[in-house]
């Protein structure tokens, strides 16, 4: 997605190539109107400029930008029927509209994140899970309950998981791991100091570590043997970590069954073992 693309590199951009990149995303349905000159223009910069911005997303050329928001637009309106939605809410929307906004910008990112979901990556992510001997799960704010959740879901099958949502506890538990352990590394951003220490302290103990941030590009993806790109769905008030949450937990749930399913005894004795426990509390 050419929009998710541009709002993940806008940070290692100049500030000329920033102002180009957020006139587009501010509405790209009327980047096909202008000319890579007049978009030059309109930004207060250059048609070099834009060009020079082109290529850092690693387009060859303006109208392959032009191309690449038409069949972006394209997705969104068959994915929204006839009545396509943005991602803004606007305070007097009716609340129907808000609901539709909000499910089909979900939607549209875990669709996303499965058509562009790297299959050998996460093979071999979830046979490295399913033999370590200790898994370790970083992340903090909206990617620390993600990182909870990790865990309650990999100990419901016999993996001795743990999440860890605090940097200094996160860094005394990577010293402590051995090759025979792995690591999951949560981080929209993939920019987050918190989760990028304990992570490289860990691969140089020598353990397994997969990241799953929305920027391959980024520090936490580059520290870490395997990475898993997700998706965003921002909308009004749901920027950042809280607009990926469901494409990460899409990716998540699959590593978490593909575990399931090279642990299979194992898995189906656990939760064989638990299936009473909720029965018992309602």
């Known amino acids: 997605m050419i929009t998710a693309l541009i709002r993940s590199e806008l940070p290692r951009m100049s500030g000329s190539l920033r102002k180009v990149g957020f006139w587009v995303l501010d509405d790209p349905g009327r980047v096909p109107g202008v000319s890579a000159a007049e978009l030059g223009r309109r930004t207060g910069t250059s048609q070099a400029t834009v060009t020079r911005f082109c290529r850092a997303l690693g387009l060859g050329s303006y109208q392959e930008l032009l191309l690449a928001l038409a069949q972006e637009r394209g997705e969104n309106e068959r994915a929204g029927g006839e009545r396509p939605l943005g991602p803004d809410i606007g305070p007097d929307d009716p609340l129907d509209q808000v609901v539709a906004a909000v499910a089909q910008a979900d939607l549209r990112a875990m669709r996303r994140t499965a058509e562009h979901l790297d299959i050998d990556a996460l093979e071999r992510a979830a046979r490295a899970l399913a033999k370590a001997r200790r898994i370790d799960v970083y992340g903090v704010g909206a990617s620390g309950v993600v990182a909870l959740e990790t865990e309650a879901r990999l100990f419901s099958i016999g993996c001795d998981a743990r999440g860890w949502t605090e940097v200094h506890a996160a860094e005394t538990s990577a010293a402590l791991l051995t090759p025979a352990d792995a690591v999951v590394a949560l981080s929209h951003s993939g920019a987050t100091r918190e989760v990028l220490s304990p992570l490289r302290l860990a691969a140089e103990r020598g353990a397994r570590t997969v990241a799953v941030t929305g920027d391959p590009r980024s520090p936490?993806?580059?520290?870490?043997?395997?990475?898993?790109?997700?998706?965003?769905?921002?909308?009004?008030?749901?920027?950042?970590?809280?607009?990926?949450?469901?494409?990460?937990l899409l990716i998540l749930d699959c590593l978490y069954a593909r575990v399931a399913q090279l642990t299979y005894a194992r898995a189906t004795a656990a939760m064989a073992l638990t299936a009473h426990i909720p029965d018992n509390h309602r």
Request: hydrophobic letters at 35%.
């Open 220 to 248: 936490v993806a580059r520290a870490a043997s395997l990475h898993l790109t997700s998706t965003s769905a921002e909308t009004s008030f749901r920027r950042g970590g809280f607009g990926t949450r469901h494409s990460v």
